[in-house]
């Protein structure tokens, strides 16, 4: 069992910066994929960004290829998604995921079982 627990939105203006954090139990952290999904108002949860147990391999959804980076810190068993260039269509609750079955992660939330509750991020434009 896994539980997650995001932290680090809020509001910013447009062209500003956001850290999120998501911070896991578990002493089994380090063979999780983890990802990063939103989910807009009135809008389906959407990936984000996604990396492997080793932090080797990452991936981004096209909208935030060049302004996103996500990286984890096994020791800490933290996940964190530093937001740049924020843009007011980045405004959603983003929730942290977890995959115990995929070195690397996916891209489909169905492959994750374990969820945080989420963080608003909210961008003004």
């Known amino acids: 069992q896994v539980q997650l627990e995001e932290s680090g939105g809020g509001l910013v203006q447009a062209g500003g910066s956001l850290r999120l954090s998501c911070a896991a139990s578990?002493?089994?952290?380090?063979?999780?994929?983890m990802a990063w999904f939103r989910q807009a108002p009135g809008k389906e949860r959407e990936f984000v960004a996604a990396?492997?147990?080793?932090?080797?391999?990452?991936s981004y959804t096209d909208s935030v290829k060049g302004r996103f980076s996500i990286s984890r810190d096994n020791a800490k068993n933290t996940v964190n998604l530093q937001m740049n260039s924020l843009k007011p269509e980045d405004t959603a609750v983003y929730y942290c995921?977890?995959?115990?079955?995929?070195?690397?992660?996916?891209?489909?939330?169905?492959?994750?079982?374990?969820w945080g509750q989420g963080t608003q991020v909210t961008v003004s434009s």
């Open positions: 578990g002493r089994t952290f380090s063979t999780y994929a």
């Open positions: 990396i492997s147990w080793s932090g080797g391999s990452t």
């Open positions: 995921a977890a995959d115990p079955t995929r070195y690397v992660g996916s891209s489909n939330s169905h492959h994750y079982d374990y």
